[in-house]
């Protein structure tokens, strides 16, 4: 096997150990419930579209960067529920408009963001490592 098809395998497997927990989060009802579904669920967020673009992009720049850039779009995303116009108002009327954009802006969510980026960002580390083993 290739290095470039381990890193790819790597990052799938991640990404589909990655993407039902984000869901799950959401629907979680026991202990900690209100932190698993807006924290945790923040945290998974950041290292699925670190993992996703990784999917895209698997270089070693690209470990340092992509968590740079999705830390600042999600920041951004974050800004954006301050604004309500009615087009993403409708947006978020949708399951998958609430999950990609959110719907109520909260200071708090910049650190998950920022904890879930440096997560990606280690998680990419091991997955380009991984190359060298194999």
Same mark, same amino acid.
């Given at each position: 096997m290739s290095k470039s098809t381990t890193i790819g395998w790597y990052t799938i497997l991640s990404l589909l150990l990655v993407t039902p927990l984000g869901f799950l989060s959401k629907f979680y009802s026991g202990v900690a419930a209100q932190w698993v579904n807006h924290y945790a669920g923040d945290v998974l967020y950041e290292i699925f @579209?670190?993992?996703f673009f990784f999917l895209l992009i698997p270089s070693r720049?690209?470990?340092?960067?992509?968590?740079?850039?999705? !830390?600042?779009?999600t920041c951004a995303l974050e800004v954006l529920q =301050? @604004?309500?116009?009615? !087009?993403?108002?409708? =947006?978020?009327?949708t399951f998958v408009g609430r999950t990609l954009l959110g719907t109520t802006f909260s200071w708090g969510d910049f650190f998950y963001y920022a904890v879930g980026c440096l997560m990606g960002w280690l998680w990419l580390r091991q997955i380009w490592r991984s190359r060298s083993i194999s």
């Open positions: @579209w670190c993992l720049k690209a470990v340092n960067h992509i968590p740079l850039g999705v !830390f600042g779009v =301050l @604004w309500k116009s009615p !087009f993403l108002e409708a =947006l978020r009327a």
